[in-house]
């Protein structure tokens, strides 16, 4: 899985789901020859892995016992973490959204994982106790629809958006679209609690933990809601409640493309040439997750922007771990925690390889980006779950 050793890193993963559910032994090499992955043979995988355009090398048992041994020498900042199961993955998102509106929904296609596609019914009736991972993207939890009133709100797509969301709202007992995305957050903070896996991109990082916060507050404007907020609701918002941020600032002027001074995308000062984050590097030994999490072939990836493009360091908790982030701008772009029994990611931006992705931008090709570093972290996050886990220093 290193720069020169593969072809496809993004197809590998593939690979390794297939082989789990097919009831091979695999295990996952953290920081060996790029996070490489070490997977019981038979003829079936290698012409897998052919037809796939995945690179790989067939190795005797005594060269894997070696390899093994060199990964557990204490002088070795790596670890064999055996993965045991393949995760059942759930996105969450409107069923008829266009899949290049999801970095994640493309390239879980495209790597061959599958998943299945729920929605608010689905989370209100219990759906996520099927499911080890779930994922949130480019979605307002707070019921302002994206905030895309100022610029879109004549737009016919806009006004269907909302429409839809009210009407389904309605049939599931709320009188408002924000009281229905409110109890949604709450059963997706439960599934987190009770043991679940969240990976959260854009938008969905920070309007879930604002959702959280402002639970029991009405802080959307008429045109959302048809009434107004409620008086000081700065004052109301909870930090307690969040997963990953504090001490944030609501804006208040429903025409500002923007919901908190969480993102950073208005406060950049950054080009598109120097935008760049750097990964941050963990001991294998002791801190499988985040090791796992920021496996690569390259410490440096290429910055991308979103509604929310990345998030203020200042309004990070500090029992989050920041894994990617550039320091020079005072952002963190990739975190980590833990919630009750469950764990959670907040990735930055929208697409990995579309920099500044707008609607109506055309689709991402990714067979043009097999070896994308920043859509890596993504798949990283869908098979981490199925490692079996050490217990954790930090």
């Known amino acids: 899985m290193s720069y020169d050793n593969q072809k496809n890193h993004l197809k590998a993963y593939g690979i390794v789901y297939y082989s789990l559910e097919n009831g091979l032994k695999a295990k996952w090499l953290l920081n060996y020859d790029g996070g490489a992955f070490l997977i019981e043979n038979n003829d079936a995988l290698e012409k897998e892995c052919k037809i796939r355009g995945v690179s790989f090398q067939v190795i005797s048992d005594s060269k894997a016992a070696l390899i093994l041994e060199e ?39 495209f790597a061959e994982i599958p998943f299945d596609v729920i929605y608010d019914e689905d989370v209100l009736n219990d759906k996520l106790l099927l499911y080890e991972w779930l994922h949130l993207h480019h979605e307002d939890f707070t019921g302002q629809y994206g905030r ?74 008429a045109m959302f809601d048809g009434d107004a907020s409620e008086p000081n609701y700065q004052s109301k918002i909870d930090f307690n409640k969040t997963f990953a941020f504090k001490d944030f600032e609501l804006i208040k002027n429903p025409t500002t493309y923007e919901f908190s001074s969480i993102d950073m995308t208005r406060k950049r000062k950054i080009s598109k040439t120097s935008d760049y984050f750097s990964l941050k590097e963990y001991s294998a030994k002791w801190d499988q997750v985040p090791t796992m999490l920021t496996q690569n072939h390259t410490q440096l990836v290429k910055g991308f922007m979103g509604q929310t493009t990345s998030f203020d360091s200042n309004t990070v908790k500090s029992t989050v771990l920041v894994m990617g982030e550039n320091k020079t701008n005072g952002e963190a772009r990739y975190i980590h925690g833990t919630k009750g029994k469950g764990m959670f990611t907040y990735y930055g931006g929208h697409d990995p390889e579309d920099y500044t992705h707008r609607v109506g931008d055309p689709k991402t090709e990714l067979d043009l980006h097999p070896t994308s570093p920043g859509y890596r972290l993504i798949l990283n996050n869908v098979l981490f779950p199925a490692a079996k886990k050490k217990k954790q220093k930090t």
């Open 71 to 109: 990964i557990s020498s204490p002088s070795q900042n790596m670890e064999a973490v055996t993965l045991e199961k393949a995760p059942k993955i759930a996105v969450y998102s409107p069923k008829n959204k266009a899949p290049w509106d999801d970095a994640v929904t493309m390239v879980l296609t």
């Open 148 to 221: 895309f009133y100022g610029a879109f709100r004549a737009a016919p797509w806009y006004i269907q958006q909302k429409k839809d969301a009210e009407a389904l709202a309605t049939k599931l007992g709320f009188n408002k679209v924000s009281e229905s995305k409110a109890a949604v957050s709450k059963k997706i903070r439960d599934f987190v609690i009770g043991g679940g896996f969240m990976f959260a991109m854009c938008s969905a990082t920070d309007s879930f933990d604002i959702a959280l916060a402002a639970d029991g507050v009405d802080i959307a404007e």
